[in-house]
């Protein structure tokens, strides 16, 4: 998920990627050890830093970067970009700061009404933490007992501000009144996988929703139009890449505990750096969509209506003016 990343950074940096752009290095911990710990029969609904979630829950790294790039073959048809991003079991990607919270509890409401034995992580960042409609599901989910667990990433920053500048409690995992939460160390693999293993118990075996807060780190800017060093050092950054970094943290425990050498994990550094320089070499050679095809999927395939109220038939359309 890294490499993928870092890849994107490259092609935005390029001017080959347009438009915005929101990058989880730093983050990747949290979308992989969440994914390790559930099936595709649950759901995952978050917001705009989306990349990773999209290719475990169903994509492909050549279809994300596709999508990056606005070509046809991306997993969005190159109609999505960066944010909206989508899977039958990953709804995205979403633009609208804190609004995929309450649709994530609808989505769990889905889940209770057919009465599935599944769970939704329903995910926000901290800067996304203050937004009424986020506290208005977790009254709801309270109110009807919804297998939902409501996931903060708190990666410190909102878009250039700290959260103690804009939260008076920080603690995001405390904000669910009724709604018991747990703090987990976002940037351990292991620990999130647990938490959400953990997490999903709790919100299938009837005892309704859960907060849970990620404590995570973003290496880079909010997007990339923001260089990330004007509201915090460049030495607390390297701090945290240096004593903190998933990653590195993974390769010590499979060292430590004999599952891997030096040379194996090189081995499958440089298999995934070759992956994804295989995706971004086929996604610049996709094509980009014809001008038709602005017009197609405004429904899910499947989907559109027989019947629209209120369209008005071509026949009788007339123009404006028109004699």
Avoid at 8 to 26: E, M, S
Avoid at 158 to 177: I, K, V, W, Y
Avoid at 316 to 321: A, D, H, T
């Amino acid at each position: 998920m890294r490499r993928m990343e870092q890849a994107a950074d490259a092609l935005y940096k390029a001017k080959l990627i347009r438009g915005f752009c929101h990058l989880a290095i730093g983050q990747e911990a949290v979308s992989v050890g969440m994914e390790s710990a559930i099936t595709h029969e649950d759901n995952v609904i978050t917001a705009y830093r989306c990349h990773p979630f999209a290719v475990l829950r169903g994509g492909t790294i050549h279809n994300v970067l596709a999508e990056l790039l606005g070509k046809e073959t991306g997993i969005a048809k190159g109609k999505g970009g960066s944010m909206h991003m989508f899977t039958k079991c990953f709804f995205g990607g979403n633009g609208i700061v804190g609004a995929q919270v309450p649709v994530g509890a609808g989505i769990a409401f889905s889940q209770k009404y057919q009465d599935k034995k599944t769970v939704t992580f329903s995910m926000y960042g901290d800067g996304a933490s203050n937004q009424g409609q986020v506290f208005e599901a977790y009254n709801m989910a309270k109110l009807w007992n919804l297998p939902v667990v409501f996931v903060c990433e708190n990666n410190k920053y909102g878009m250039g501000t700290s959260a103690e500048r804009s939260s008076q409690n920080t603690l995001f995992f405390t904000r669910g009144d009724q709604i018991p939460g747990i703090q987990v160390n976002g940037m351990d693999v292991l620990a999130v996988h647990k938490a959400c293993q953990w997490a999903k118990e709790w919100a299938t075996s009837g005892k309704g929703p859960l907060l849970m807060e990620f404590v995570t780190y973003r290496y880079g800017g909010h997007s990339m139009s923001d260089p990330g060093t004007t509201y915090r050092t460049r030495e607390e950054i390297q701090q945290m890449r240096s004593t903190r970094d998933a990653i590195t943290g993974i390769k010590t425990y499979l060292s430590e505990w004999g599952i891997a050498d030096d040379a194996k994990l090189k081995a499958i550094d440089k298999a995934a750096k070759a992956e994804v320089d295989e995706a971004v070499a086929q996604a610049k050679k996709d094509s980009f969509p014809d001008l038709k095809a602005f017009w197609t999927d405004v429904y899910y395939e499947g989907t559109e209506p027989s019947f629209a109220r209120g369209r008005v038939k071509d026949e009788m359309w007339v123009k404006p003016n028109a004699a």
